[in-house]
């Protein structure tokens, strides 16, 4: 199934596609490399993640009590992931009914594609992080890396500051840009809206706590299942990045992300994360402190742990590369099916 196959079949129902809709998808990669999150506009009106945040928090408040057993609260969990699933779908499902059947609605489904991305957000996050180290040093650091990860950053030096930011990076470059624009490519505006309610899902109540281990094992699963292929995608981009960043290594990219994804703890992560590591000829993830303890992970790549400022930056170079590529991947899937 491919979204150009949603667009026909609710075609037969009295309208016909006026475009490719990926040619919406070029257009939102474009904006949202150039606008990023538009704070000035969410600030007036609620992002639709915060929505979908909101709803979440709903059922989970109403119906994760710490009373309950918890098969009671592994089956109320999967039943929160259908019925945001089924409203995720039915919402993309009419975004594409108004984008075939009103004048203009297509701004509609290009404004939620917009909102649905995230890869400027990230590249300013981490790049605060660099300009924190230079000016401020270690603290100006640790006060940057403290938004973008989970770790306790009292805890890090400048060396593991810059890890972290490395890190987010490579692992957020699958779920902020590949793995949306994947499952939009494949399913249309219901694919990239249900891979985003998982994930913020996953990332609210898919944690291995006693209040969540039971609740969210199937928002987990399921985002495990649906960032699969995204995840290794987005080594594949960052190898080719690398082949246009200097001193960075794709050979040693690819490599690396081969043997070295399977010893990160995430089934997804170490994807990206060892194909950055690689690629920059750096040593990433090892031991680490998060606020409910120490994570003894085993080291991804050959290189050097002691990261700093310049490092970020190159990691951001290889990232915004990798980005102009997944575009131009998108750009030619829509040429090609152009004169299919």
């Known amino acids: 199934m491919s979204s150009t196959w949603i667009m026909v079949t609710l075609g037969l129902a009295g309208a016909e596609a006026r475009f490719d809709p990926l040619i919406l998808l070029l257009l939102a990669l474009a904006i949202e490399g150039y606008v990023g999150e538009?704070?000035?506009?969410?600030?007036?009106?609620?992002?639709?993640?915060?929505?979908?945040?909101?709803l979440i928090g709903f059922f989970d408040d109403k119906l994760n009590r710490d009373k309950r057993p918890e098969l009671d609260r592994a089956i109320r969990g999967a039943m929160v992931v259908l019925i945001m699933v089924s409203l995720a779908t039915a919402l993309g499902v009419g975004v594409i009914w108004l984008t075939l059947h009103a004048s203009y609605g297509w701004i509609v489904e290009l404004a939620l594609l917009v909102t649905m991305l995230a890869g400027r957000?990230?590249?300013?996050?981490?790049?605060?992080?660099?300009?924190?180290?230079?000016?401020?040093?270690?603290?100006g650091g640790r006060d940057a890396v403290r938004h973008i990860v989970g770790r306790d950053p009292n805890s890090l030096d400048a060396p593991a500051v810059g890890r972290a930011a490395i890190e987010s990076l490579a692992e957020n470059f699958s779920d902020a840009v590949v793995a949306p624009v994947f499952w939009y490519v494949l399913l249309g505006a219901p694919g990239i809206l249900v891979y985003k309610t998982v994930n913020t899902m996953d990332s609210m109540i898919g944690?291995?706590?006693?209040?969540?281990?039971?609740?969210?094992?199937?928002?987990?699963?399921?985002?495990?299942?649906?960032?699969a292929i995204p995840a290794r995608l987005s080594a594949?981009?960052?190898?080719?990045a690398a082949?246009?960043?200097?001193?960075?290594?794709?050979?040693?990219?690819?490599?690396?992300?081969?043997?070295?994804?399977?010893?990160?703890?995430?089934?997804?992560?170490?994807?990206?994360?060892?194909?950055?590591?690689?690629?920059?000829?750096?040593?990433?993830?090892?031991?680490r402190t998060?606020?409910?303890?120490?994570?003894?992970?085993?080291?991804?790549?050959?290189?050097?742990?002691?990261?700093?400022?310049?490092?970020?930056?190159?990691a951001l170079y290889v990232y915004g590369v990798a980005c102009l590529i997944v575009a131009g991947t998108v750009g030619a899937i829509a040429a090609v099916r152009l004169q299919l």
């Open 290 to 314: 998060y606020l409910g303890g120490v994570v003894d992970d085993h080291w991804m790549g050959d290189g050097r742990a002691r990261v700093n400022d310049r490092d970020i930056r190159r």
């Open 38 to 54: 538009a704070a000035f506009i969410f600030r007036r009106v609620k992002h639709p993640i915060a929505i979908i945040g909101a």
């Open 243 to 287: 082949l246009f960043v200097p001193s960075t290594n794709p050979k040693a990219a690819l490599r690396t992300a081969w043997r070295d994804a399977g010893k990160h703890r995430s089934f997804n992560a170490g994807w990206p994360e060892a194909a950055m590591a690689g690629a920059l000829g750096l040593a990433l993830a090892g031991p």
């Open 207 to 227: 944690h291995k706590t006693p209040r969540h281990r039971a609740f969210g094992f199937t928002a987990a699963r399921l985002d495990d299942a649906l960032n």
């Open 121 to 139: 957000g990230l590249y300013d996050a981490v790049a605060r992080v660099a300009a924190g180290l230079e000016t401020g040093g270690l603290e």
């Open 236 to 240: 594949v981009f960052i190898a080719l």
